[in-house]
């Protein structure tokens, strides 16, 4: 007697079709997402190249929770590019875009001072843009944004580019409410009238700083630049500068520096924040598993672990302004030593759930206000403007003068995520709230200029032109 054939369960949950990309040929595609042991993944079929899975979220109640946290778009004054080929293929901004740019990004030139193994950039010969280019894209942005929140400059390595301070300069002059340097710090640990130039123009230091061991340093950034990191940092203490920390945490490499990492931002006179990012596997990196990638909840339970508690998971709110899976951030008060973070303090939860807060009573529309500038792509810790803010959502609370000097022992926790060509979603870039900026005036979110093919086609128009490549 011949056994009936049994159906068999599927090991996945299906919770999602998105749009997506083949990582080999980068053609458009439907994509599911998928649920798994707790985790989320996106499985697409390429006609061409197959099956591709790839790891998004390491936690899917995590994943899941924070679809809460997703706030209404803020629309761009005026938008650079047409509805053609459609998304990804007309950045940008087009008119499909659902959200302003709250950061915009010019990278000012393609070399650098480092030849870090993992540059998502690729950084090397190229270009350089000269001031009156940089000029021109600031005036552009301040015309699709109105007031700008934020411009990075960065690269390559931007401190290098001989006209930096000028086009530093040029956008503290603009109706620009904040301007940062990323940078890895080398030129600040050595040259001392960058520094003061620096000092005087008061712009946050956003520093590359993935550990405090050498071998996180040899693994990253081909070198042990440990040493001259911290004196780059002790030389901005000096001279009064802010800096935020930025750690690419890659898998086996420096998820035990984690927490480490947090205590030495808490107790450094010039750091006012860190930026985890899980390492982004674009440009120049060598083979990795998708299916091992870093995620944000990997880096948030390890903060929890590696702090003994001192930060806990419920402590981290997904940012609402892009889409709530890319970012997650917390604020801790710190005085003497002790360290308490602002959810514990205030209901944010209630506060960034916009599904459910329109019908909660007594929420403060000032608080709210308040808060969803701090959970926002645009915050800059240490500011006078953060400072406001933190006051306005600690209005209510128990705690000392609003001052500046109330505001400076906030700190900021970040934990960035970046898509790469496994975990690439439409859904999520037509929220992207960073932009890069580039001459010809299109601002292109920073996930597209890195997978899609833009970074590629505008060095190569760049490098192309007369006088550029040196």
């Known amino acids: 007697m011949r056994a009936t054939p049994q159906r068999h369960e599927d090991d996945s949950i299906f919770f999602d079709l998105a749009r997506s990309l083949c990582p080999e040929c980068r053609k458009l595609l439907d994509a599911q997402v ?48 047409e509805v053609k080929d459609g998304c990804p293929f007309d950045c940008g901004l087009c008119p499909e875009h ?40 600031l005036d552009r942005f301040v015309e699709c944004e109105g007031t700008g929140e934020v411009v990075q400059f960065s690269g390559g390595e931007p401190s290098i580019h001989p006209e930096i301070v000028p086009m530093l300069r040029a956008a503290k002059r603009r109706p620009i409410k904040h301007v940062m340097l990323n940078t890895n710090g080398l030129r600040i640990a050595k040259d001392d009238a960058f520094l003061a130039d620096l000092a005087e123009i008061g712009p946050t230091i956003y520093m590359q700083f993935d550990g405090l061991l050498p071998q996180t340093s040899l693994a990253l950034r081909g070198e042990d630049l440990v040493d001259i990191k911290r004196r780059a940092l002790d030389r901005l203490a000096s001279v009064g500068l802010n800096a935020v920390l930025v750690a690419a945490i890659e898998r086996g490499v420096n998820e035990n520096e984690i927490g480490p990492l947090l205590n030495f931002g808490l107790g450094h006179p010039a750091v006012r924040g860190i930026n985890y990012q899980p390492m982004m596997h674009t440009g120049r990196h060598p083979a990795f598993d998708p299916l091992q990638r870093v995620t944000i909840p990997d880096v948030i339970k390890a903060i929890e672990k590696q702090t003994g508690g001192q930060f806990a998971v419920q402590d981290f709110v997904p940012v609402p302004c892009c889409f709530p899976t890319c970012t997650s951030v917390t604020y801790a008060y710190v005085e003497e030593g002790k360290v308490t973070s602002l959810p514990r303090l205030l209901n944010v939860e209630d506060y960034l759930d916009y599904l459910a807060n329109r019908t909660i009573p007594d929420l403060s529309q000032e608080v709210l206000k308040a808060l969803e500038g701090l959970w926002s792509a645009s915050a800059v810790p ?89």
């Open 34 to 81: 998928l649920i798994r042991d707790n985790k989320v993944f996106m499985r697409k079929r390429c006609p061409d190249h197959g099956l591709f899975e790839g790891l998004i979220y390491a936690d899917a109640e995590m994943f899941v929770s924070a679809m809460r946290h997703n706030k209404p778009g803020s629309i761009p004054l005026q938008f650079s590019t």
């Open 98 to 137: 659902k959200q302003h740019a709250c950061l915009g990004i010019i990278e000012v030139n393609t070399a650098c001072n480092l030849d870090c193994p993992v540059c998502f950039a690729n950084a090397g010969p190229g270009y350089n843009l000269t001031l009156a280019e940089v000029e021109r894209m």
């Open 382 to 470: 240490g500011t006078e403007m953060m400072g406001k803010m933190l006051g306005d959502a600690c209005c209510k609370l128990d705690l000392p003068g609003l001052s500046q000097e109330f505001a400076s022992r906030f700190f900021m926790v970040m934990v960035k995520d970046f898509m790469d060509l496994y975990t690439f979603s439409l859904k999520s870039l037509m929220k992207c709230c960073v932009e890069v900026l580039v001459p010809d005036g299109r601002m292109i979110p920073f996930c597209a200029y890195n997978t899609v093919g833009y970074r590629e086609q505008v060095r190569e128009q760049l490098r192309a032109r007369t006088g550029v490549g040196r």
